[in-house]
């Protein structure tokens, strides 16, 4: 069976913490600061609450809305497309340029 590798491309990507809740907000065209409080959800994508009662952040994707949780990255793909990615996958899968 023949094998491949992933093309390097060059992806923007910021990781999802409080601090940078509002960076992330302009980055991705989500959520926001409302009263100096984050907008995003306490609930997973099964209705069931959010360790902590969250948040997380809900991002559009081509495949329909992805869970973000602070920690993740979230990653401006090669079409312009938003999506959120772990922090373990991240670290295999990316690195800095």
Avoid at 24 to 45: H, W, Y
Avoid at 47 to 70: F, K, R, S, V, W
């Amino acid at each position: 069976m023949p094998k491949f590798r992933k093309k390097p491309v060059v992806i923007e990507a910021v990781q999802l913490t409080w601090a940078n809740w509002s960076e992330i907000c302009i980055f991705a065209s989500v959520g926001k600061l409302e009263n100096g409080r984050p907008t995003g959800t306490d609930k997973d994508m099964e209705g069931n609450p959010l360790p902590d009662g969250g948040p997380g952040l809900l991002i559009p994707t081509l495949e329909g809305l992805h869970l973000a949780m602070p920690g993740d990255w979230i990653i401006c793909g090669v079409k312009g497309e938003f999506y959120p990615c772990k922090p373990d996958l991240f670290d295999a899968t990316y690195e800095l340029v």
